[in-house]
T-cell receptor, first 111, second 116 residues
Framework: GEDVEQSLFLSVREGDSSVINCTYT??????LYWYKQEPGAGLQLLTY?????DMKQDQRLTVLLNKKDKHLSLRIADTQTGDSAIYFC???????????FGRGTSLIVHP | EAEVAQSPRYKITEKSQAVAFWCDPI?????LYWYRQILGQGPELLVQ????????DSQLPKDRFSAERLKGVDSTLKIQPAELGDSAMYLC??????????????FGQGTRLTVV
């Protein structure tokens, strides 16, 4: 099955950029997703990238995809305290394109 | 804005009791997922429905868990009997199917289950 790996923690200073990385194994995915989860809440879709793209920018968010290395990253510019949350990479896999999630990266933003 | 509705938000139950969770997906979304998220981990798929049919329930512990989506709209996930290890967040999500591919999944707020 699909294997999605993320680093568990990232700590940044307010105003700096954050880069959250993800690696995956299944190369048949059409879309790849980033979700955000605040404490005690469900998952909020942040952004996604189609597999034939290298980069997608959406306001403060930039997604980079390296299909050759099966590496996905999410860059958050001008990180704010409200960005503190857990960020999940999700990669649809298998014939039914079921989203498979990594363990999540906990982003901590300090003043 | 359309949302995936789940109830209850929180549930505390004693082990060996039965418990049920309900999900109402976004209108028009044919695909419905139930995920389980243990604290500190990512969501793991329990079951996927396409309309009223189960597409994948390979990770559903069928000795105690059951899921149904009788009319292809809302869905119920049941655990009987509950065990201490079932304590987790149960997340429901739905998506459209377009051109044979499931589009992005939208999640509900989840049901936090605590088994005591």
């Amino acid at each position: 099955g699909e294997d999605v790996e993320q680093s568990l923690f990232l700590s940044v200073r307010e105003g700096d950029s954050s880069v959250i990385n993800c690696t995956y194994t299944d190369s048949s995915s059409t879309y790849l997703y980033w979700y955000k989860q605040e404490p005690g809440a469900g998952l909020q879709l942040l952004t996604y990238i189609f597999s034939n793209m290298d980069m997608k920018q959406d306001q403060r968010l930039t997604v980079l995809l390296n299909k050759k290395d099966k590496h996905l990253s999410l860059r958050i510019a001008d990180t704010q305290t409200g960005d503190s949350a857990i960020y999940f990479c999700a990669v649809p896999s298998g014939g039914s394109y079921i989203p498979t999630f990594g363990r999540g990266t906990s982003l901590i933003v300090h003043p | 804005e359309a949302e995936v509705a789940q109830s209850p938000r929180y549930k505390i139950t004693e082990k060996s009791q039965a418990v049920a969770f309900w999900c109402d997906p976004i209108s028009g979304h044919a695909t419905l997922y139930w995920y389980r998220q243990i604290l500190g981990q990512g969501p793991e798929l329990l079951v996927q429905f396409q309309d009223e049919s189960v597409v994948d329930d390979s990770q559903l512990p069928k000795d105690r868990f059951s899921a149904e989506r009788l009319k292809g709209v809302d869905s119920t996930l049941k655990i009987q009997p509950a065990e201490l290890g079932d304590s987790a967040m149960y997340l429901c999500a739905s998506s459209l199917k377009r051109g044979g591919v499931n589009t992005e999944a939208f999640f509900g707020q989840g049901t936090r289950l605590t088994v005591v």
